[in-house]
């Protein structure tokens, strides 16, 4: 048998679906973007929101622009242990004239290159997936990560990316999707920011125009 604390309970149930509350705010359920369109154009909101998150941003005209960023880069941060295991992005920087010390192992390099997915303009975020050949750790293990994207990479918000993602490869969905906004960085710790605990402590986007 019920007891009457449960009896109670059950009566003030069925009361409050005799009678239910109309709902505070009707229109909160409809299907309107939560967020303003974009007032800008995708490559400065990207770098906007990008630099604000602590990422280091440059533009590049074309290709041999961003060998010559490249190269400044590497002398002022002096790189001497760089690894990319791209052989389509080792190919284009070489051709350009980028020939710097490339490094053979991932766990004692200085700096890693990559490629991305997409750009997200809204969050200021990378979309990366294990698709690349990059793979899944080269952006997150070395202290400095470089991506190299193109202006054709952009998209506004991250449901563009995710839908960009099921055109690009239909039925066969990359097993990891990951969005990475800016260096590594945690207020854990008494509520100190601190970056680079379990990541990079410093992300370059290189955008090339295309």
């Given at each position: 048998?019920?007891?009457?604390?449960?009896?109670?309970?059950?009566?003030k149930?069925?009361?409050?679906?005799?009678?239910?509350?109309?709902?505070?705010?009707?229109e909160?359920?409809?299907?309107?973007?939560?967020?303003?369109?974009?007032?800008?154009?995708?490559?400065?909101?990207?770098?906007e929101?990008?630099?604000?998150?602590?990422?280091?941003?440059?533009?590049?005209?074309?290709?041999?622009?961003?060998?010559?960023?490249?190269?400044?880069?590497?002398?002022?941060?002096?790189?001497?242990?760089?690894?990319?295991?791209?052989?389509?992005?080792?190919?284009?920087?070489?051709?350009?004239?980028?020939?710097p010390?490339?490094?053979?192992?991932?766990?004692?390099?200085?700096?890693?290159?990559?490629?991305?997915?997409?750009?997200?303009?809204?969050?200021?975020?990378?979309?990366?997936?294990?698709?690349?050949?990059?793979?899944?750790?080269?952006?997150?293990?070395?202290?400095?990560?470089?991506c190299?994207?193109?202006?054709n990479?952009?998209v506004?918000?991250?449901?563009?990316?995710?839908?960009r993602?099921?055109?690009?490869?239909?039925?066969?969905?990359?097993?990891?999707?990951?969005?990475?906004t800016g260096?590594?960085?945690?207020?854990?710790?008494?509520?100190?920011?601190?970056?680079?605990i379990?990541?990079?402590?410093?992300?370059?986007?290189?955008?090339v125009?295309?």
């Amino acid at each position: 048998m019920a007891s009457s604390s449960k009896e109670n309970i059950l009566k003030k149930i069925r009361q409050a679906l005799s009678t239910p509350t109309p709902l505070p705010f009707p229109e909160s359920e409809g299907n309107d973007n939560l967020y303003q369109p974009q007032l800008m154009e995708p490559e400065l909101e990207f770098a906007e929101n990008f630099t604000k998150l602590l990422g280091q941003f440059s533009y590049c005209e074309n290709e041999k622009d961003l060998v010559a960023q490249l190269k400044a880069l590497v002398e002022t941060k002096q790189l001497h242990k760089i690894y990319c295991r791209d052989d389509r992005m080792l190919d284009m920087l070489t051709d350009n004239g980028f020939y710097p010390a490339w490094h053979e192992y991932l766990d004692t390099c200085q700096a890693s290159i990559t490629d991305c997915e997409l750009l997200i303009a809204r969050t200021g975020s990378i979309l990366m997936s294990s698709a690349q050949q990059s793979g899944r750790t080269t952006s997150v293990y070395a202290p400095i990560h470089i991506c190299i994207a193109y202006t054709n990479q952009l998209v506004y918000d991250i449901k563009d990316g995710l839908q960009r993602m099921k055109e690009k490869y239909a039925n066969k969905l990359p097993s990891l999707i990951t969005f990475a906004t800016g260096p590594s960085r945690t207020a854990d710790i008494e509520k100190t920011l601190v970056v680079g605990i379990h990541g990079p402590k410093e992300v370059f986007v290189f955008l090339v125009e295309k």
